[in-house]
């Protein structure tokens, strides 16, 4: 069974920090792009950002400059390290690969900035 589990969500301040982790189990994703989405209530799922089999990464508008995606191959692990966080980037957290596949949605993690 594949599973992708998010961990690392939290309650902070606005200018605070967070650093998130998605572990994958059942396959590995090393050839996969992979990207961290999110859904705050009543709005839309959209992706934060996204990393190649590569390495290379690509940011949507509001993570550029304040978000880090970074991949371990090794652990099957990509990862979202959060900086500046401000209210409106409260959301669940997930990740998924490029286009995304309903089979791997995990549970998330809750991040929640409080100002």
């Known amino acids: 069974q594949v599973q992708l589990v998010e961990s690392g969500g939290g309650l902070v301040q606005a200018g605070g920090s967070l650093n998130l982790s998605c572990t994958a189990s059942?396959?590995?994703?090393?050839?996969?792009?992979m990207a961290w989405y999110r859904q705050a209530p009543g709005n839309p799922r959209e992706e934060v950002a996204q990393?190649?089999?590569?390495?290379?990464?690509i940011y949507n508008y509001f993570s550029k400059g304040r978000f880090t995606i970074s991949r371990d191959s090794a652990r099957n692990t990509v990862y979202l390290q959060l900086n500046s966080l401000q209210p409106e980037d409260t959301a669940k957290y997930s990740c998924?690969?490029?286009?995304?596949?309903?089979?791997?949605w995990g549970q998330g993690t809750q991040v929640t900035v409080s100002s």
């Open positions: 998924n690969t490029v286009p995304p596949r309903r089979e791997y």
């Open positions: 059942g396959r590995s994703f090393v050839g996969e792009t």
């Open positions: 990393i190649d089999a590569g390495g290379h990464p």
